[in-house]
């Protein structure tokens, strides 16, 4: 019982730290923290990236050129976060109807030891098939982290197991492929999906 507590203690104290994370990028893009402009902040969120799908095909910011498409980081033994903002994903495309082929929405994982092509491609199969499960090795993901500003941390669990901390941030990109601002997809379908046609 006290080993449980312990666990629960220890995912709560990890998802507040996220919570804050979030918080403070939020208002970083937003020019809001630092006295910077929004451009100038928005700017610095995003770049070039070369992963694979959970085909195993190569993947890139170049193959969205054209399209907006919305980015989150996180990872397939998520236990809250990462389904409910798949199944949000999900409903968005659903309400886009033929548009949802305008734009695409990539699940990034931060957990590339566990999470292979197939692992993502088996996760993501109870989920709408327009979503595009995304990894590469730890050296590919950590560098596409530090670009989007996504905090991410091994948290070490009993037996030798382990959970993820991350930055929960849904990132939408414009046809370029640079950073818009934060998306909230923690709304009514049909209102998110008529706020991501504005970009297309």
Known sequence: MASRASRLALLA???????????GLVLVATGRLGGGSQVATAAAVGG????????GKPISDTD?????FL????FTHCPDVCPTALFEASEL?????????RTAVLFVSVDPERDTPA???DYLS????GLRGVTGTPEAIAAVAKAFR?????VPLEAGDYTMDHTAIVYLMDKQGKFVAPFNIKRDPADAAADLKKYF
């Open 13 to 23: 104290g990890a998802f507040s730290i996220g919570l804050l994370l979030c918080l």
């Open 48 to 55: 070039p990236f070369r992963l694979v799908d959970q085909d």
């Open 64 to 68: 969205f050129r054209g399209k907006p």
């Open 71 to 74: 980015m989150f980081f996180g």
């Open 93 to 101: 495309l659903r309400a886009l109807g033929p548009d949802a082929s």
């Open 119 to 121: 692992v993502l491609k």
């Open 126 to 129: 109870s989920f709408e098939p």
């Open 150 to 154: 996504v905090y991410y941390r091994k």
